[in-house]
T-cell receptor, first 115, second 114 residues
Framework: SQKIEQNSEALNIQEGKTATLTCNYT??????LQWYRQDPGRGPVFLLL?????KEKRKERLKVTFDTTLKQSLFHITASQPADSATYLC??????????????FGKGTKLSVKP | DAGITQSPRYKITETGRQVTLMCHQT?????MFWYRQDLGHGLRLIYY???????DKGEVPDGYVVSRSKTENFPLTLESATRSQTSVYFC?????????????FGQGTRLTVV
């Protein structure tokens, strides 16, 4: 069956360090992958999308990589700040077959940045 | 205001009652979704809709009913609520597939079934 796994449920780092979150998938061949941020009591908010032909994508302090051979995406936050503390979710389209436009989410990694 | 809104934000109901959660979006996105989020499970798809009058089951549809008579509304009904349906429910919308688009989520409805 298709699976998305985010290896760590929680990640604690010191302010100023780089946070690296991992997303692995099996039995998919996604054309692109998305990352979302979710704060407590709120819905997920889109951050970045990376296509299969893009090795890396950046947005301000965020960087995403996409390795279709390893079936893995890495999400980096450089110079992390306490305001970056949140849960981060990766998401893939379920498929090009019967399901139309469904995003399947990993369980998320809760990032805590300590001052 | 433009966006996607859910109502109510919080709901407590009794086992066996029928409950309807509302979702409204102002972008005319063709795709709409209902997810539930539980500790240890993450976001799981309940139902989705590709357009008005077109709906289909997701991963966990049992006990839920949806309708989509208008593009902007996608209500979710729990026909006879059970304690296992206590959860946080998120509605989302997305413009047509194939454009590599992101999903926009509502603020969620926290439902407690007692």
């Amino acid at each position: 069956s298709q699976k998305i796994e985010q290896n760590s449920e929680a990640l604690n780092i010191q302010e100023g360090k780089t946070a690296t979150l991992t997303c692995n998938y099996t039995n998919y061949s996604p054309a692109y992958l998305q990352w979302y941020r979710q704060d407590p009591g709120r819905g997920p908010v889109f951050l970045l999308l990376i296509r299969e032909n893009e090795k890396e994508k950046r947005k301000e302090r965020l960087k995403v990589t996409f390795d279709t051979t390893l079936k893995q995406s890495l999400f980096h936050i450089t110079a992390s700040q306490p305001a970056d503390s949140a849960t981060y979710l990766c998401a893939l389209d379920e498929g090009y077959g019967g399901s139309q436009g469904n995003l399947i989410f990993g369980k998320g990694t809760k990032l805590s940045v300590k001052p | 205001d433009a966006g996607i809104t859910q109502s109510p934000r919080y709901k407590i109901t009794e086992t066996g009652r029928q409950v309807t959660l509302m979702c409204h979006q102002t972008w005319s996105h063709s795709y709409m979704f209902w997810y539930r989020q539980d500790l240890g499970h993450g976001l799981r798809l309940i139902y989705y809709s590709a357009a008005a009058d077109i709906t289909d089951k997701g991963e966990v549809p049992d006990g839920y009913v949806v309708s989509r008579s208008k593009t902007e509304n996608f209500p979710l009904t729990l026909e006879s609520a059970t304690r296992s349906q206590t959860s946080v429910y998120f509605c989302a919308s997305r413009s047509p597939r194939g454009l590599n688009t992101e999903a926009f989520f509502g603020q969620g409805t926290r439902l407690t079934v007692v």
